[in-house]
């Protein structure tokens, strides 16, 4: 896959232009501004409603989500097939969700087509979430692509801290995360405490199984990403995403050939 030609010709601004950067890694202390606070009771509620839950469909778990907690409810979405799953199932439940995607600057083109997919089938617009600092700015204050060298700041100052921004206010957010996608995505609960962002995280495809997903994609025609016709099981920013060959982890095309698993939106230990 060749490089989009947008970020093909850096533009060198002078430093003094640069805006000022909070670096966020996964693992910082991020000081999340989410509208709501953990007590006693919210713990309890939501061990309850997480055991209540496993047995739901994931309709089940998005109503209950909706209800408990709109208009503090939010999505994040980078197109996924199971990101896609849920904005079909929103658009019948609650269209008005606001879903947001976090755009580091480098997704592919197919990938921000989706969006206009979305917005043309479902009427909703999902909104960009971006950095302050564009690409071009960004490689120029750290003297090239950080993906290449330090890809946990690239993705703690691309997505994490744009995160931390985008649900300021809200009480829950909702994750397209499957349990047997990987070791550390097992531990995921249908509803749990995301302590990064100081949230409720919602979990309605946790026990769906990748068949499911495609099932109901090719059964209600949802739009995907024709990324995944090519050997691109999962999608995130170009300079971190292969293709997967036979009999690799349908993961293994992410940051491959380092240590790094997640961007660190959904790392379950944290
Ligand atoms: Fe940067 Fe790669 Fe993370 Fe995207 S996935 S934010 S390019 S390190």
């Known amino acids: 896959m060749s490089q989009p030609a947008r970020f093909s010709k850096p533009k060198m601004l002078p430093k003094k232009d640069l805006p000022q950067l909070r670096v966020i890694s996964p693992g910082d202390d991020i000081q999340p501004q989410s509208g709501i606070e953990m007590t006693p009771e919210l713990e309890e509620e939501i061990k309850r409603r997480s055991a209540e839950l496993e047995s739901a469909t994931p309709q089940q778990i998005l109503k209950w989500a909706v209800e408990r907690f709109a208009p503090h409810f939010t999505m994040a979405t980078a197109f996924g097939p199971e990101g896609m799953t849920i904005i079909h199932m929103l658009s ?30 479902y009427g909703i617009e999902v909104e960009y979430k971006r950095p302050d600092l564009t690409v071009e700015q960004y490689e120029e204050l750290h003297g090239g692509p950080l993906y290449k060298t330090n890809p946990s700041q690239c993705c703690g100052d691309r997505k994490l801290k744009v995160l931390v921004d985008a649900v300021k206010g809200k009480h829950a957010w909702a994750s397209a995360i499957r349990r047997d996608q990987s070791p550390d995505r097992a531990k995921a609960p249908i509803v749990g405490w995301d ?66 698993t997640e961007c660190g939106l959904h790392s379950m230990d944290d």
């Open 92 to 121: 019948e439940i609650a269209p008005e969700t606001p879903i947001f995607n976090l755009d580091t600057g480098y997704q592919f083109k197919e990938t921000l087509e989706l969006r206009e997919q979305v917005k043309v089938r």
């Open 195 to 260: 302590k990064k962002f100081q949230l409720v995280k919602i979990s309605p495809l946790a026990n769906s199984t990748k068949a499911e997903i495609w099932n109901m994609i090719l059964d209600h025609k949802i739009p995907y990403n024709p990324l995944h016709d090519s050997g691109y099981t999962s999608v995130g920013c170009w300079p971190c995403t292969r293709a997967v060959g036979a009999g690799e982890d349908e993961r293994a095309g992410r940051w491959s050939g380092t240590a790094k």
